[in-house]
């Protein structure tokens, strides 16, 4: 077995859970992308790539456009996901 590249930055992830108000609940983690944003992993059935302040960009799983729109949205909005970008640099 040849191992390139081991790293593990236990700072650089985040689970949060919301409800957007319409009676959906979305539990997600959210972890560094090492190429650049971040990876939002919704509700364990649908991944995204996140760039602040630019778009959520469905990678795999269940697409949905009301659950990138609720994500997006709340990740805009959250004063703390900019300050952790900033103390991971």
Not at 2 to 14: G, P, V
Not at 22 to 27: F, K, P
Not at 50 to 56: A, E, I, K, P, S
Request: hydrophobic letters at 30%.
């Amino acid at each position: 077995m040849k191992i390139d590249e081991d790293f593990m930055d236990l700072r650089a992830w985040n689970h949060f859970v919301f409800q957007p108000g319409d009676g959906t609940r979305y539990d997600c983690l959210l972890t560094l992308d090492p190429y650049g944003g971040y990876y939002v992993i919704c509700n364990n059935s649908s991944l995204w790539r996140y760039y602040r302040g630019d778009y959520l960009k469905f990678l795999c799983g269940n697409d949905n456009e009301y659950t990138r729109r609720a994500i997006f949205n709340y990740l805009e909005a959250r004063k703390s996901i900019n300050e952790l970008s900033e103390d991971l640099q």
